[in-house]
């Protein structure tokens, strides 16, 4: 603090000068100042004193008291005008720096990339000829170890339920059970499971070789918008493929289970058959139907989005593979799930009739 006598009641001070004069009858009451040092010059007395102020700009006013009349002198420091620049540019910087995680840009392009399917199917614009290949690779190729799957879960599904039921004399719910058991769960769970393992992760790979290869820019390029040359006709071809593969399988795991129960337990093929036709409703085959297009968009958008977010060259391919086929399947449970909330309500009377 300082003090200075015989000074003029309004002074004002600013950092654009490196030297301030004061005149006039006034009492300063206080100063604040910072690092740099300036002159204030007192032509009357003739004396210089050095005082700290900051680098910013600062203005120093004098305002007459009404206690006592004497002019009393505050400093305005504009210091929110000095930070905001700084501020501006350490968030710019933290900005630059900043990415977001893995999991949610990858979780967005999924929207993302599902809007863009949408929308393109309802225009028409889709790759008839890769979607026809896709088709091939999907269906066909895909029928073997699906129906080898689905017939082996069959078989050991029929071991438990025989030999429970059987002790509770319960032969011809056999059939039902194992019916309605294959119609509304496993056989479209089964079949996207195989499906998710041995196409969702060739999906993933193939993309995120392309992607890391930089494949995807020439087509963009060459005026092909990747989307409909790569991405449509995989969910398409999931998305038509799945329903029949679910339907063979469910056809196979109930031949499986009859054949079993026959050779094995005594229990006659007929009695499994009539069971299974007196339980089974046309919404069962209906609902596994549209819970197998369910899963093979999921598996389909999955994998395609994480092939196309694919970093890092070949170690990146392999992660996203990977990380490809878990997110299918944990979504094809979660959307299993939700749908068999939505389809199956209430308490059930289907096994009824083949008591």
């Given at each position: 603090?300082?003090?200075?006598?015989?000074?003029?009641?309004?002074?004002?001070?600013?950092?654009?000068?490196?030297?301030?004069?004061?005149?006039?009858?006034?009492?300063?009451?206080?100063?604040?100042?910072?690092?740099?040092?300036?002159?204030?010059?007192?032509?009357?007395?003739?004396?210089?004193?050095?005082?700290?102020?900051?680098?910013?700009?600062?203005?120093?006013f004098?305002?007459?008291?009404?206690?006592?009349?004497?002019?009393?002198?505050?400093?305005?420091e504009?210091?929110?005008?000095?930070?905001?620049?700084?501020l501006?540019?350490?968030?710019?910087?933290?900005?630059?720096?900043?990415?977001?995680?893995?999991?949610?840009?990858?979780?967005?392009?999924?929207?993302?990339?599902?809007?863009?399917?949408?929308i393109?199917?309802?225009?028409?614009?889709?790759?008839?000829?890769?979607?026809?290949?896709?088709?091939e690779?999907v269906?066909?190729?895909?029928?073997?170890?699906?129906?080898?799957?689905?017939?082996?879960?069959g078989?050991?599904?029929?071991?438990?339920?025989v030999?429970?039921?059987?002790r509770?004399?319960?032969?011809?719910?056999?059939?039902?059970?194992?019916a309605?058991?294959?119609?509304?769960?496993?056989?479209?769970?089964?079949?996207?499971v195989?499906?998710?393992?041995?196409?969702g992760?060739?999906?993933?790979?193939?993309?995120g070789?392309?992607?890391?290869s930089e494949?995807?820019?020439?087509?963009?390029?060459l005026?092909?918008?990747?989307?409909?040359?790569?991405?449509?006709?995989?969910?398409?071809?999931?998305?038509?493929?799945l329903?029949?593969?679910?339907?063979?399988?469910?056809?196979?795991?109930?031949?499986?289970?009859?054949?079993?129960?026959?050779?094995?337990?005594?229990?006659?093929?007929?009695?499994i058959?009539?069971?299974?036709?007196?339980?089974?409703?046309?919404?069962?085959?209906?609902?596994?139907?549209?819970?197998?297009?369910?899963?093979?968009?999921?598996i389909?958008?999955?994998?395609?989005?994480?092939?196309v977010?694919?970093?890092?060259?070949?170690?990146?391919v392999?992660?996203?593979?990977?990380?490809?086929?878990?997110?299918?399947?944990?979504?094809?449970?979660?959307?299993?799930?939700?749908?068999?909330?939505?389809?199956?309500?209430?308490?059930?009377?289907?096994?009824?009739?083949?008591?």
């Amino acid at each position: 603090m300082l003090a200075a006598a015989q000074i003029r009641p309004v002074i004002h001070i600013s950092n654009r000068l490196y030297l301030t004069n004061c005149r006039g009858p006034a009492k300063i009451t206080s100063f604040r100042f910072g690092h740099l040092t300036r002159k204030l010059v007192f032509p009357e007395k003739a004396k210089t004193h050095k005082l700290f102020s900051p680098p910013h700009q600062t203005k120093l006013f004098a305002v007459l008291n009404t206690d006592d009349g004497h002019p009393s002198v505050s400093v305005s420091e504009e210091e929110e005008a000095s930070e905001t620049p700084l501020l501006n540019h350490e968030l710019s910087t933290f900005l630059s720096k900043w990415s977001p995680p893995k999991y949610l840009w990858r979780g967005l392009s999924v929207l993302i990339l599902t809007g863009q399917v949408i929308i393109r199917t309802i225009n028409g614009k889709i790759h008839w000829k890769n979607t026809l290949q896709q088709l091939e690779r999907v269906g066909p190729k895909s029928v073997g170890v699906c129906l080898l799957t689905s017939a082996f879960v069959g078989m050991a599904f029929t071991i438990q339920f025989v030999r429970e039921f059987t002790r509770l004399g319960l032969n011809r719910s056999i059939g039902g059970v194992l019916a309605l058991a294959f119609s509304r769960e496993l056989s479209p769970v089964v079949t996207s499971v195989v499906v998710a393992g041995r196409i969702g992760s060739a999906f993933a790979a193939e993309l995120g070789t392309m992607q890391v290869s930089e494949q995807t820019d020439t087509l963009r390029v060459l005026g092909a918008n990747p989307v409909d040359y790569l991405v449509t006709p995989r969910v398409l071809a999931s998305c038509i493929a799945l329903p029949f593969l679910t339907l063979m399988c469910f056809t196979v795991g109930m031949a499986s289970s009859a054949l079993l129960a026959d050779s094995v337990y005594g229990i006659s093929i007929n009695i499994i058959l009539d069971s299974a036709q007196r339980a089974l409703k046309p919404w069962d085959i209906i609902s596994a139907m549209i819970k197998s297009q369910v899963f093979g968009a999921i598996i389909s958008v999955v994998s395609c989005a994480w092939g196309v977010t694919t970093l890092g060259g070949a170690k990146g391919v392999g992660e996203s593979t990977t990380s490809a086929v878990v997110v299918s399947l944990v979504g094809i449970f979660i959307a299993d799930f939700a749908l068999s909330c939505c389809f199956f309500q209430g308490a059930g009377d289907s096994l009824k009739n083949c008591m």
